[in-house]
C-alpha cells in the first residue's frame, strides 16, 4: 500500500553539511524526515519556490526532456530503506507505457516538485522507518520549533549510512 505524502519543510544542518527534507503523511499525521545533500535540497528549494534560473537546472532538464517528448511523471515512490539507504523510483507514463526508474529520493522529489506529481512511500518504509525511531506524530510536537530541534538533533547514525 501507498500513502501519499506532502513536503513539510527543508532543514538545512551546517554541520553535517547536509539537508534534510520533511515529509508529512496528512491522513496519519506522521512525520519523516529524510537526510539528504545540500545540492540536492537547494533543487528541491528552488522547485518549491518555483524559482527562475538563468539556465535549466538537472532537474529542469529532465522535465523539459519528459515535455519535449510527451512523457509525464504519474507519481515517485520513496520504497525502501535498505542498508541504512534509502530509495525511491519515478514512475512515467510515455506513449502509453508506464515505466519506473529507480532514483534517489532527492532527485524523485526534486522532479516530482516540477511536475506537480505526487509523492507517495510505501507502508513496508513508513513501517522501517518507525522500527528505527525516524517517523513521529506531528502532534507530538507543540510547537514548530519542537519538531526543528528533533530534527536538528538526529545524527547521520540515526539515519544509518547515508549514501549519494
Known sequence: MMIQMQIMGLILDPNLNSTIVVLLDTQR?????IRI?????????LGLRKIPTPRPMTH???KNILEE?????ARVVVTELKDDTFYATIQLSFAGRALEIDARPSDAIALA???DAPIFCTDTLLNEAEALGLLRHHKEFDEASQMQDWLQKLTPDDFGKYKM
Do not use: H, S
Open 29 to 33: 499525521d506522521q512525520v519523516l524526515p
Open 37 to 45: 545533500g545540500n545540492l540536492e535540497g537547494n533543487a528541491i528549494a
Open 60 to 62: 529542469d532538464l529532465m
Open 69 to 73: 517528448f510527451q512523457g509525464e511523471v
Open 113 to 115: 516538485v516540477r511536475t
